[in-house]
Structures are given as C-alpha cells and as structure tokens.
C-alpha cells in the first residue's frame, strides 16, 4: 500500500505563490509516475503535473506550463509543486497522485487526500 499525505495549500492573492508537499510512503516506488491533479468546485478532477520517482520528464497541463514546477527529493520521498503566477482559476482541491499510466484520473491507483489552494483575484 501507498500513503500521500499533502500539505502546503491556503489562500493567496493572484500572482502569488505556494509550494504543495505529498509525503510518500509504504513502499518502494521505483519508477512509478508521481503527480498532481487538482478539482474545482463543479468541475470533474484534471491532471496538473508529473514526474517519475526514477527521474526523467515531467508533463505539464497546458494550463500550468511556465508557471508550476513539479520536483522531488527522493531521499524524502516527497513531490513538490512549486506554483508561481497564482491565477483565480488555478483555485481546487490539489491531490498527490502515484501510480498511473495516463495522465487521466481514471488511472491514478493512490490519492493523497487532497489540499485547498485558494486563489483571490
């Protein structure tokens, strides 16, 4: 089994910024894709970034590209979104995801239990 235990959401004024954390643990995660997706009130959970815990590329939604950064450390088996150039409509829950094969939520086989970022315009 996997645990993803977010932190690092809040409330921040457009052009701002915040870093989101997902602590990983419960077992190796060898090349297992990591990311973030995120869901807006309304709206179905959208894939926002990801990387491999074995290092790699890393994918971007259109919709963040040149604003977020994913990152992680694996000696602290933790995944980082960096997200810079805050905008209202980057306002949702942030979820850790591990485990998937298409960057589609369908497919994400671990949920952290999800963050809120708060954008104010």
């Known amino acids: 089994q996997v645990q993803l235990v977010e932190s690092g959401g809040g409330l921040v004024q457009a052009g701002g910024s915040l870093r989101l954390s997902c602590a990983a643990s419960g077992r190796t995660f060898g090349s297992y894709r990591m990311g973030w997706f995120r869901q807006a009130p309304g709206k179905e959970r959208e894939f926002v970034a990801a990387?491999?815990?074995?290092?790699?590329?890393?994918y971007y939604a259109d919709s963040v590209k040149g604003r977020f950064t994913i990152s992680r450390d694996n000696a602290k088996n933790t995944v980082y979104l960096q997200m810079n150039s805050l905008k209202p409509e980057d306002t949702a829950v942030y979820y850790c995801?591990?485990?998937?094969?298409?960057?589609?939520?369908?497919?994400?086989?671990?949920w952290g239990q999800g963050t809120q970022v708060t954008v104010s315009s």
């Open positions: 995801a591990a485990d998937f094969s298409r960057f589609s939520s369908d497919y994400v086989n671990y």
């Open positions: 990387t491999r815990w074995s290092g790699g590329s890393t």
